[in-house]
């Protein structure tokens, strides 16, 4: 019997005779996605942030992640895929038809560095809301390096209709309050997104090879692919496994944000914001009048944690992660191990959102325990194993107290979705959700067929590096954007963000009335 399917398919029973299925179908989507403005020469661009984009800081659809030239387009929460896609879309038209000889890189993993010192941070600006951005990102290059910030990935935004909650609560008896029953419920899609989890990079994963200027200060324990890049014939996800950014490679560290509810995960994140740690008083706060870090605590903000999956709020004015999560619960869920797809011009399609819909409601709707100590260390070894192993027809994953093999346990995990794939057929999708999922069982029967292992193919058939086969996707991609035509309202609208984002920005320099010690201080004043 595939696992979770008795549970899943009678809820699902029970929706159709005394809930509301369509509830389902609906909700809100939102897409973040990273992607390297990159010179000609096919090296991380030098140059600041465009002024014809608008302000980092304030604007709220193109800014910036670590490094000035990681650019992050956002799109708001829209209830259609397409229009996410859409307006996704026209954000990269608006972005290519403002950049002068730099084009995007197609896929997360980065190429062509030249060391710590040639990744500019990205700055905000002189207000103090700027300024602790950049100092921000000072300190995680102190902590960890320049080099793991700089790998890009998309981030899907999935919230439930309001109107689902209320429903769900009755068909389920519970007679509590509303908002802790819908914080109940994402908390335990959080956890099963971590159990499960494992099943992204393998379908998605994008980034099974790694340019050789990546490793700058060891060699690393990869195989050689040519004189450039480095891979491991089966990975699925580098970006996913342990040369990515993972605060656990700080060994002695041990941050480990809890899940077993909103208030211990809440109260989790706050400690270790507020803990001091060792390791990072030795690199000091404020050195010779110039900072190096937010603090010297275990993190710095909350968002400093690395995770796959976080549940989020929107935050106030001076109101931190934490804080805004406790005040008034989680709005949506953030699932960030998404590879940027390098055969799409977006970095993602509708497919992989449709099965990721399903995906996130299958965790939903699934009995979902607390994690223990010794399920935290499989969900992070099994991770791991997928993301360096996962084509590997002999991979186990660790199941409890049994070793089972990856593509049996994926396998029962993609069947128990079809139940939830019929339902929402039922609801006018016109079969696209099973055809997405059909499409999923194809690539776990064949691993030709998932991104990473098709990558490779390409690379040994073209005799390509991953340099040359990233460069010609990137540039591929350029020239679809430029045969397409931008939608001008849409381009007025962003012309009009941009302009007031940086009045913005200058409103705020302004008007900065404190120095940024006190500013700092009345910040983390606010922490819980």
Not at 99 to 128: K, Q, V
Not at 171 to 179: I, M, Y
Not at 383 to 396: C, E, M, S, T, Y
Not at 484 to 512: C, I, N, T, V
């Amino acid at each position: 019997m595939p696992t979770g399917l008795p549970l899943v398919t009678g809820l699902l029973q029970r929706l159709r005779r005394e809930g509301d299925p369509s509830l389902l179908a609906r909700g809100r989507f939102g897409l973040e996605k990273e992607s390297l403005r990159v010179a000609e020469s096919g090296g991380i661009a030098q140059t600041p942030h465009p002024a014809s984009l608008g302000s980092a800081l304030t604007h709220p659809r193109i800014t910036t992640d670590y490094s000035e030239a990681l650019l992050e387009l956002v799109t708001p929460p829209f209830r259609d895929f397409t229009e996410a896609l859409d307006c996704l879309e026209e954000l990269h038209l608006y972005v290519r038809a403002r950049l002068d000889e730099e084009f995007l890189w197609a896929t997360s993993m980065p190429c062509i560095l030249a060391g710590e010192d040639s990744i500019p941070i990205a700055r905000y600006g002189g207000s103090n809301p700027g300024l602790m951005k950049y100092v921000y990102r000072v300190g995680l290059g102190y902590r960890y390096g320049r080099t793991m910030q700089v790998i890009a990935g998309v981030h899907y935004n999935f919230s439930l209709d309001e109107a689902f909650w209320p429903m769900y609560q009755a068909l389920l008896g519970d007679r509590g309050s509303l908002r802790d029953f819908r914080d109940r419920h994402y908390m335990g899609m959080v956890r099963n997104l971590q159990r499960y989890g494992w099943l992204i990079p393998y379908l998605f994963g994008a980034s099974p090879s790694v340019c050789s200027s990546f490793f700058t200060d060891k060699e690393p324990d990869l195989l050689v692919f040519d004189d450039h890049t480095y891979y491991e014939p089966y990975a699925t996800s580098l970006r996913m496994g342990d040369i990515g950014y993972q605060n656990r490679k700080e060994e002695g560290m041990g941050i480990k944000a809890e899940y077993d509810d909103l208030d211990s995960y809440v109260r989790s994140l706050a400690r270790a914001t507020q803990t001091p740690c060792p390791v990072w008083e030795s690199i000091g706060v404020k050195v010779d009048g110039e900072y190096r870090q937010l603090n010297a605590n275990q993190l710095q903000i909350e968002n400093e944690y690395y995770s796959s999956v976080r549940p989020k709020q929107i935050c106030g004015d001076m109101e931190t992660p934490a804080r805004a999560l406790k005040e008034r619960g989680i709005a949506y869920v953030e699932l960030r191990s998404l590879d940027v797809n390098a055969y799409h011009p977006l970095g993602v399609d509708e497919a992989q959102l449709r099965f990721l819909h399903l995906f996130m409601l299958y965790c939903l709707l699934r009995e979902s325990p607390v994690i223990s100590g010794t399920e935290r260390k499989e969900i992070d070894r099994n991770l791991i194993w997928v993301a360096h192993q996962g084509r590997d027809p002999l991979l186990k994953l660790q199941r409890g107290d049994r070793a089972v093999l990856f593509r049996d346990w994926a396998r029962e995990l993609l069947q128990a979705m079809e139940p939830l794939a019929e339902l929402l057929a039922g609801q006018g999708d016109d079969g696209a959700y099973t055809r997405s999922l059909q499409e999923q069982q194809r690539k776990l029967e064949d691993a030709s067929l998932t991104p990473s292992g098709r990558m490779l193919d390409e690379m040994r058939a073209n005799g390509e590096g991953f340099y040359q086969f990233a460069r010609r996707l990137s540039q591929e991609q350029w020239r679809y954007f430029s045969r397409r035509k931008p939608d001008p309202g849409f381009m007025e609208k962003l012309d009009r963000m941009a302009a007031r984002s940086l009045a913005e920005q200058q409103a705020l320099e302004q008007a900065s009335g404190e120095d940024f010690d006190t500013y700092l201080a009345r910040y983390f004043a606010g922490q819980i």
